[in-house]
């Protein structure tokens, strides 16, 4: 297969995505340090690149995180050959298979926000080069972590309180807020 990579940006300027025409992951991995990386030997190489600040797998793209001070202009054909490389060298993006949790836990009213989560924010959060994780439910808060490029996004606020806590509120309403949980 011929793989070919392409870039996207996203809402973050300090975030890419570079999607390609094979499936990567189920689910997501999300490597925002080098120490994380450790388990992942494709996260592990892009962080040999000194420009790298952050690394995200989910679907069929990695979003790249680039240190203050690179430029895209000069740091994305670089990144673009390399991801190509590793995907047709397949590259493994974890070491051991982490399940894709689908299955929900708690109550009535957590099954609603995650499902919730699940099939309406996750894709759009993907579309962006992130990712949304459901922590917690406790008094009407609704506790997510937001990852990959949504992670120290300027516009993650705004997404949070005027996309995500809207749409809760207005289909659990149990639900009083939603918050992000700091990494």
Known sequence: MNINVYTESTPNPATMKFIVNKLL????????????????????????????????FASNFVTITKTEGSDWADV????????????????????????????????????????????????????????????????????????GSCSGCPSSTVTLKAGIENLLKRMVPEVTEVVSEAL
């Open 25 to 56: 992951l189920n689910g997501s991995a999300d490597y925002p340090t080098k120490e994380s990386a450790e388990k992942s030997p494709f996260a592990k190489e892009l962080y040999k690149f000194s420009f790298v600040n952050g690394v995200f």
């Open 76 to 147: 994305e054909p670089i990144m673009k050959e390399f991801v190509k490389g590793a995907v047709e060298s397949e590259l493994k993006i974890q070491l051991e298979e982490e399940a894709a949790d689908v299955n929900f836990e708690g109550s009535e009213t957590e099954v609603k926000i995650q499902q919730i989560l699940h099939d309406y924010v996750r894709p759009a959060v993907e579309q962006d080069g992130g990712a949304i994780s459901y922590r917690s439910f406790n008094e009407g808060v609704v506790t997510v972590e937001l990852r």
